[in-house]
T-cell receptor, first 112, second 115 residues
Framework: EDQVTQSPEALRLQEGESSSLNCSYT??????LFWYRQDPGKGPEFLFT???AGEEKEKERLKATLTKKESFLHITAPKPEDSATYLC?????????????FGSGTKLNVKP | GAGVSQTPSNKVTEKGKYVELRCDPI?????LYWYRQSLGQGPEFLIY????????DSGLPNDRFFAVRPEGSVSTLKIQRTERGDSAVYLC?????????????FGPGTRLTVT
């Protein structure tokens, strides 16, 4: 069964304390892994797309990496404004490759 | 430019009633997606349109749910005989096309509460 699991469910960091969020997936025929940021009461906001193992993408304090089974979102020296829920999604599947499977997210709280 | 808009932002209805939720995608985006998000969960795929046609409706939970996109732009998600379990935030997203090369832009969602 196609599935996406994110860990941890919640993460509290002090400002400047770097850490990583994990997204593990089981999907046949991966056609992209996506990271989103979601603020309360808003729709998800696109961050990155990764397509193949070994690929990395960076944006400000965020860096996303991809292996054959999982992806990491590394947050370097986070600031309070980085507080949000971070969602991972995969696109793929043998029969429904237009479906996007989302994880439940990691709720990040960065304290000043 | 304008992003994806959804109306209404909030909808409260009684069990058994019919509701319509509207999505206005970004102009020129041919792909449109509907998702449902329950509290503390990630979005759950419902249906995907490429142009006017529903290319994948495998996520619709049952035949009370139906969606249309008659002119290839605005889409309406229709829920008949609403149940309390239908309460959730319904998100719409659009993309330049459905290849997955282009990112999805999400609207703010419609919060549906069935009493």
């Amino acid at each position: 069964e196609d599935q996406v699991t994110q860990s941890p469910e919640a993460l509290r960091l002090q400002e400047g304390e770097s850490s990583s969020l994990n997204c593990s997936y089981t999907v046949s025929g991966l056609r992209g892994l996506f990271w989103y940021r979601q603020d309360p009461g808003k729709g998800p906001e696109f961050l990155f797309t990764l397509y193949s193992a070994g690929e990395e993408k960076e944006k400000e304090r965020l860096k996303a990496t991809l292996t054959k089974k999982e992806s990491f979102l590394h947050i370097t020296a986070p600031k309070p404004e980085d507080s949000a829920t971070y969602l991972c999604a995969v696109r793929g599947g043998l029969y429904n490759f237009n479906k996007f499977y989302f994880g439940s997210g990691t709720k990040l709280n960065v304290k000043p | 430019g304008a992003g994806v808009s959804q109306t209404p932002s909030n909808k409260v209805t009684e069990k058994g009633k019919y509701v319509e939720l509207r999505c206005d995608p970004i102009s020129g985006h041919t792909a449109l997606y509907w998702y449902r998000q329950s509290l503390g969960q990630g979005p759950e795929f419902l249906i995907y349109f490429q142009g006017t046609g529903a290319a994948d409706d495998s996520g619709l939970p049952n035949d009370r749910f139906f969606a249309v996109r008659p002119e290839g732009s605005v889409s309406t998600l229709k829920i008949q005989r609403t149940e309390r379990g239908d309460s959730a935030v319904y998100l719409c997203a659009s993309s330049l096309d459905g290849t997955g090369v282009y990112e999805q832009y999400f609207g703010p969602g419609t919060r549906l509460t069935v009493t």
